[in-house]
């Protein structure tokens, strides 16, 4: 159907551009809301009904008899009929949907995925997660994963080659917290106890790496490997021990969740490269700074911050988005020019400020770069109750927790199926219910239910899924085959309506949808039926939803078993 709708699509681009000269290039479909209006629409003749200076509905009419006599329209659509102001519906002919089932088999796999055209540029990176290595990753580094893996995912359906990298926050004064965190753990102290750092991170993982450390052991991380001294007052020694200590920790979070990277990118190294330093140096050369009270300013005002910005306080040292505008530099420098940060709402301030600190440098970035992606937090619910603390973290609950309480695929779905800046509850009980109110399950159940279908096909015939390409689908021509075929062919669209703006979310509830209009075929028609025809076009249409289902649940990072 696809194939078919582009057609369409070109025709009605060459009418067009016969009745308006220009008006060709805005030629486009609508999918209407209600099935009695038919299967495609096009308010056509509404948009050129002025410029022409002639009635919508007498524009309509005559934009209808010119397709009509259109070759592809004889031959894929059953009727176009005119409605309302101008509105043209269209009504395809049963063969013209039936072309989805192939085009979906035939593609497998790549079904809606877009043609790459990367000599275009379309090189892109996504940065999420990005935790400080200061404690286990929580449930909202859980729904930034979730996020930033499936976002990449989407942008890959669309032909963009797409970069994973996590920037490790490796410097600054929580890296200082943790260190004197573990020096008073290693001393006997615990929290509360007299002498207890205020501001030191409480949870029994602290005691962990105090113990490690003072036992001599050695750690692996990503990238390095450091054995500790077991000198309690090595305070440098802990602080190197204590991020390579966490850095695994994260790692494991990350595997539990089936994450990967590309990269991971120090902060530290921005300033030990020197790149912060000759950052600060750009703003200042293309005269974007200014001394005042002792500390150095960006005149961030001039690209539209709401007030200046302190770069440099008194004592030397940078503030918190001057890295940042480094950083950037340094994306746009590798030759990305799409970047997507997945953040929370808490860095909603930096945006304004790093944007213009982009501007100022005088590099080339465009305005608007990087896009930011901003999640709230999620609360999580168990027994009906708010869970607000973890035993590994001391105060929240941790990704590895919620993993271990439900499942992979849960977590994935469940912090897939809401926007981003919405409030989210995660209910525990709620996804490890094996039943219809579970969406994951729902979902699932739908693909396992079709390849059970598939499976006795071929243990009872001998049927081989691969021939269906093959298959002659003139038998699906009901009123339930012809609603599940058209929610197959909503799928390509979909997928690109999600990756511009950044949203996930509607592919959870595409899925929704899709499993819905299954399980309302598989009530409505028997599949494995005596009339050969009628049951190869129906397992047909029944291997092709399932296909779509797996593309789906891939793009969340969600699996798609065969068996529940």
Aim: charged share 25%.
């Amino acid at each position: 159907m696809l194939s078919v709708k582009n057609e369409l699509l070109q025709t009605l681009s060459i009418v067009l551009e016969q009745l308006l000269p220009g008006a060709g290039a805005r030629a486009a479909f609508e999918s209407p809301k209600l099935a009695e209006h038919g299967d495609l629409a096009t308010t056509a003749a509404m948009q050129i009904a002025k410029p022409l200076k002639q009635p919508p509905r007498q524009v309509a009419e005559e934009l209808r008899r010119a397709l009509l006599a259109m070759p592809a329209f004889s031959i894929w659509v059953e009727a176009l009929e005119i409605a309302g102001p101008g509105f043209i519906n269209i009504r395809l002919k049963p063969a013209a949907k039936q072309e989805i089932v192939r085009e979906v088999l035939g593609a497998g796999e790549r079904y809606g995925y877009q043609t790459p055209h990367l000599e275009k540029g379309q090189r892109m990176m996504v940065e999420f997660v990005s935790a400080n290595p200061t404690g286990p990753l929580h449930v909202g580094h859980g729904r930034q994963a979730a996020l930033g893996d499936a976002i990449s995912n989407l942008y890959a359906t669309q032909g963009w080659e797409v970069y994973r990298e996590f920037y490790y926050n490796d410097a600054g004064v929580q890296i200082q917290t943790l260190a004197v965190s573990v020096q008073a753990r290693a001393r006997g102290l615990k929290p509360g106890d007299a002498g207890w750092p205020e501001s030191a991170y409480n949870g029994d993982y602290i005691a962990d790496i105090a113990a490690d450390f003072m036992a001599g052991k050695t750690v692996q991380a990503d990238d390095r490997s450091y054995t500790a001294s077991g000198k309690v007052d090595d305070l440098d020694g802990m602080r190197l021990f204590a991020v390579a200590y966490l850095r695994h920790e994260q790692d494991l979070d990350l595997q539990a969740f089936n994450l990967r990277f590309d990269n991971y990118y120090l902060e530290s190294s921005l300033y030990t490269s020197g790149r912060v330093d000759a950052a600060v140096e750009k703003l200042r050369a293309a005269g974007k700074t200014y001394e005042q009270d002792g500390a150095l300013w960006l005149r961030s005002t001039d690209y539209g911050d709401d007030k200046d910005r302190v770069m440099r306080k008194g004592d030397g040292s940078y503030t918190y988005f001057v890295p940042d505008v480094a950083y950037h530099i340094s994306k746009w420098e590798r030759g990305f020019q799409k970047v997507v940060n997945i953040q929370g709402t808490d860095h909603h301030g930096t945006i304004a400020r790093v944007r213009a600190g982009l501007q100022a440098a005088g590099v080339g970035i465009p305005q608007g770069y990087p896009d930011y992606v901003l999640h709230t937090m999620v609360r999580v619910v168990r027994g009906g109750e708010e869970v607000k603390i973890s035993k590994r973290a001391g105060s929240y609950v941790t990704l590895r927790d919620l993993i271990e309480w439900t499942s992979k695929d849960a977590v994935r779905f469940f912090l897939l199926s809401r926007k981003p800046d919405t409030e989210y509850t995660f209910d525990v009980d709620l996804a490890v219910q094996k039943n219809n109110d579970n969406p994951v399950y729902y979902v699932q159940y739908a693909h396992a239910r079709i390849c059970s279908v598939l499976a006795t096909w071929r243990e009872k015939d001998g049927g081989d899924p691969v021939t269906l390409r093959d298959a002659d689908l003139a038998a699906l021509d009901t009123p339930a085959a012809h609603t599940l075929m058209l929610k197959l062919a909503q799928y390509p669209e979909m997928l690109t309506g999600a990756a511009k703006d950044f949203a996930p979310h509607d592919v959870a509830f595409y899925l929704r949808d899709l499993a819905a209009s299954y399980h309302s075929y598989y009530d409505a028609e028997r599949i494995l039926v005596e009339d050969e025809a009628v049951k190869r076009a129906r397992l047909a249409l029944v291997a092709a939803t399932a296909q779509v289902l797996r593309n789906g649940l891939a793009v969340l990072g969600v699996s798609a078993p065969e068996k529940m």
